[in-house]
């Protein structure tokens, strides 16, 4: 397990963070169409917390994204880096994120962020954000549609319907189980929104998350057992 530490400079106040948001995300890249769903490695992220220890515990997971398969995997634990703020979340978690994939012993491939993208009240979630300082291209594929408003998909795996800000589409509600509620995919960097929905349906073969997701999650949450001696 790696430390994390948090970096020199990084914003300590809303509108530091702010500032870093507007100055990073002109540096978002729409126009490249990502590796092709189905191939390469692909490598969720997730964090847990602990609150009142003050710290925070990422996993990076690798698959071989033809059969699924876990090809490496690392993670990281450090202080919590930034305050509790709605649409300021990245900054609570990239430290740590960053020192996890820095870990990992292959390169990450397409990294899925449990989290938004373009789908942000800012259009810079922490898919776009840990794209742009990385330069992996990244997706977001969110649980809930955080501000934004949706039509449900139609019922068969597969449907789709436009993720809304207003009138502008800023993700997909994508329907990856027969019935179930849909997630929400949204682009980070370096990717397509058809791209990032096409990635989405081949990760998840038989639950509703992807299972870069459901794998990063179950380690990071293991790891801040273990960093903080934890049940």
Same mark, same amino acid.
Request: proline fraction near 9%; charge should be negative; charged fraction near 25%.
């Given at each position: 397990?790696?430390?994390?530490?948090?970096?020199?400079?990084?914003?300590?106040? !809303?509108? &530091?963070?702010?500032?870093?948001?507007?100055?990073?995300? +002109?540096?978002?890249?729409?126009? !490249?169409?990502? %590796? %092709?769903?189905? $191939?390469?490695?692909?490598?969720? +992220?997730?964090?847990?917390?602990?609150? !009142?220890?003050?710290?925070?515990?990422?996993?990076?997971?690798?698959?071989?994204?033809?059969?699924?398969?876990?090809?490496?995997?690392?993670?990281?634990?450090?202080?919590?880096?930034? %305050?509790?703020?709605? =649409?300021?979340?990245?900054?609570? &978690?990239?430290?740590?994120?960053?020192?996890?994939?820095?870990?990992?012993?292959?390169?990450?491939?397409?990294?899925?962020?449990?989290?938004?993208?373009?789908?942000?009240? @800012?259009?810079?979630?922490?898919?776009?954000? *840990?794209?742009? *300082?990385?330069?992996? %291209?990244?997706?977001?594929?969110?649980?809930?549609?955080?501000?934004?408003?949706?039509?449900?998909?139609?019922?068969?795996? =597969?449907?789709?319907?436009?993720?809304?800000? =207003? $009138?502008? !589409?800023?993700?997909?509600? *994508? @329907?990856?189980?027969?019935?179930?509620?849909?997630?929400?995919?949204?682009?980070?960097?370096?990717?397509?929104?058809?791209?990032?929905?096409?990635? $989405?349906?081949?990760?998840?073969?038989?639950?509703?998350?992807? &299972?870069?997701?459901?794998?990063?999650?179950? *380690?990071?949450?293991?790891?801040?057992?273990?960093?903080?001696?934890?049940?």
């Amino acid at each position: 397990m790696t430390t994390a530490d948090i970096p020199a400079g990084w914003p300590a106040t !809303e509108e &530091e963070a702010r500032a870093v948001q507007d100055e990073l995300r +002109v540096r978002v890249v729409l126009d !490249e169409p990502g %590796p %092709p769903a189905g $191939t390469g490695l692909v490598t969720g +992220v997730d964090v847990a917390y602990d609150d !009142e220890r003050d710290v925070v515990a990422a996993a990076a997971v690798v698959l071989d994204a033809a059969n699924l398969d876990v090809v490496a995997e690392a993670t990281a634990v450090g202080r919590i880096s930034f %305050p509790y703020v709605p =649409g300021l979340l990245a900054f609570r &978690e990239i430290p740590t994120l960053l020192a996890a994939l820095d870990a990992l012993p292959v390169p990450p491939g397409l990294v899925v962020c449990d989290g938004y993208g373009l789908a942000h009240p @800012r259009r810079f979630g922490l898919a776009s954000h *840990l794209g742009v *300082l990385t330069g992996l %291209p990244t997706i977001g594929v969110a649980k809930n549609p955080f501000t934004f408003t949706y039509d449900d998909p139609d019922a068969p795996r =597969g449907a789709s319907s436009p993720l809304l800000a =207003g $009138t502008e !589409e800023v993700g997909r509600a *994508l @329907r990856t189980r027969r019935d179930v509620k849909p997630v929400f995919v949204s682009v980070g960097h370096r990717t397509t929104l058809a791209d990032a929905c096409a990635h $989405t349906l081949a990760l998840t073969p038989r639950f509703r998350l992807p &299972e870069t997701t459901r794998r990063a999650d179950a *380690l990071c949450r293991r790891a801040l057992r273990e960093a903080t001696g934890g049940p």
